[in-house]
Nanobody
């Protein structure tokens, strides 16, 4: 089975930084994309940043210039470096991966359990 485990969340003050990690483990043949989503209370889950296996990245407009997504392919891990955090960044952050567990199975989507990020003003 495939597992995505996030870490690095916490409580910080406005303007500070955090780095989130997401490690994929289990049966993994190929990872196509890894993304970070977030969901604030009372709001829909939104895409924050994503990276393809080829290294192409994309960001939500609200975090561009402040957040950076990067990965370690050897460790099947993706990171989200979050700088200049704002109270509106407060949310549960979820890791998402689209991958093939084996060469014979179709690709599928997997989610982590989420990690809380709270930014105080």
């Amino acid at each position: 089975q495939v597992q995505l485990v996030e870490s690095g969340g916490g409580l910080v003050q406005s303007g500070e930084s955090l780095r989130l990690s997401c490690a994929a483990s289990g049966k993994i043949f190929m990872i196509y994309t890894m993304r970070w989503y977030r969901q604030a209370p009372g709001k829909q889950r939104e895409l924050v940043a994503g990276q393809t296996s080829g290294g192409i990245t994309d960001y939500a407009a609200s975090v561009k210039g402040r957040f950076t997504i990067f990965g370690d392919n050897a460790k099947n891990t993706v990171y989200l470096q979050m700088n200049s955090l704002k109270p509106e960044d407060t949310a549960v952050y979820y890791c998402n991966a689209v991958l093939k567990p084996t060469p014979f199975l179709r690709s599928d989507e997997y989610w982590g359990q989420g990690t809380q990020v709270t930014v105080s003003s």
